[in-house]
């Protein structure tokens, strides 16, 4: 029982020794510049969007957003992707306009306006970016 207890406490160790090692080699943006000195700018890392655009992955899927949002703003007051997506704005300005099912309320049938829990888009909408992702995982879209 003691040996079995010794090997698993040297193991712990073992294990807690790699994790600290590992987390010395993880460096800040600013590097190793104390906080109470200026660090150099570092790089700012230019986000590519993707080339000839990405098609959902399933049927129901929130599309992703094909062009730059840097611009837009959605705050209680606003939201600019109204300017482009709305019902009475769409056809001018040539883009999709926002889901039909995004003016249903199952708990009110008569709404006629936006349903509030689809204001903040990008709760479901993300832009489309070329990054690797930072999980490997297997994830096979369904060719829609
Ligand atoms: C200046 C006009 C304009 C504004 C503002 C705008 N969009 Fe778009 N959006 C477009 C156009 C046009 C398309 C069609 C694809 C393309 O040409 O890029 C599009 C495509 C999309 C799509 C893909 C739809 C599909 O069926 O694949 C999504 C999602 C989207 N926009 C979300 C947003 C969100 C969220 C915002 C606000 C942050 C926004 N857009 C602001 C013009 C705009
Ligand atoms: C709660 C999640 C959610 C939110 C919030 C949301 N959407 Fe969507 N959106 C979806 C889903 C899911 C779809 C695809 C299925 C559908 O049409 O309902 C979609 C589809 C769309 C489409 C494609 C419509 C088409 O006919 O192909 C556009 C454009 C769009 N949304 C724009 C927006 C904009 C702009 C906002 C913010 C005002 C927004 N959405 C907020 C989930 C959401």
Same mark, same amino acid.
């Given at each position: 029982?003691?040996?079995?207890?010794? !090997?698993?406490?040297?193991?712990?160790?073992?294990?807690?020794?790699?994790?600290?090692?590992?987390? *010395?080699?993880? %460096?800040?943006?600013?590097?190793? #510049?104390?906080?109470? *000195?200026?660090?150099?700018?570092? =790089?700012? %890392?230019? !986000?590519?969007?993707?080339?000839?655009?990405? @098609?959902?992955?399933? =049927?129901?899927?929130? +599309?992703?957003?094909?062009?730059?949002?840097? =611009?837009?703003?959605?705050?209680?007051?606003?939201?600019?992707?109204?300017?482009?997506?709305?019902?009475?704005? $769409? =056809?001018?300005?040539?883009?999709?306009?926002?889901? %039909?099912?995004? $003016?249903?309320? &199952?708990?009110? &049938?008569?709404?006629?306006?936006? #349903?509030?829990?689809? $204001?903040?888009? $990008?709760?479901?909408? !993300?832009?489309?970016?070329?990054? +690797? &992702?930072?999980?490997?995982?297997?994830? @096979?879209? *369904?060719?829609?």
């Amino acid at each position: 029982m003691r040996k079995i207890l010794a !090997v698993g406490i040297t193991a712990a160790m073992f294990a807690a020794g790699t994790v600290i090692a590992g987390a *010395a080699e993880i %460096k800040s943006l600013r590097g190793d #510049v104390p906080l109470n *000195a200026e660090a150099k700018l570092f =790089k700012k %890392k230019k !986000v590519e969007t993707v080339t000839g655009g990405r @098609k959902r992955a399933w =049927k129901l899927q929130p +599309p992703t957003i094909p062009h730059k949002i840097n =611009k837009e703003r959605i705050t209680l007051d606003e939201n600019s992707c109204f300017r482009c997506h709305a019902h009475d704005t $769409y =056809k001018a300005e040539n883009a999709p306009m926002i889901s %039909k099912s995004h $003016y249903k309320d &199952p708990n009110n &049938p008569d709404e006629k306006n936006l #349903v509030m829990r689809r $204001y903040f888009c $990008y709760q479901c909408h !993300v832009p489309q970016v070329d990054a +690797p &992702p930072l999980v490997e995982n297997t994830f @096979k879209s *369904a060719g829609n």
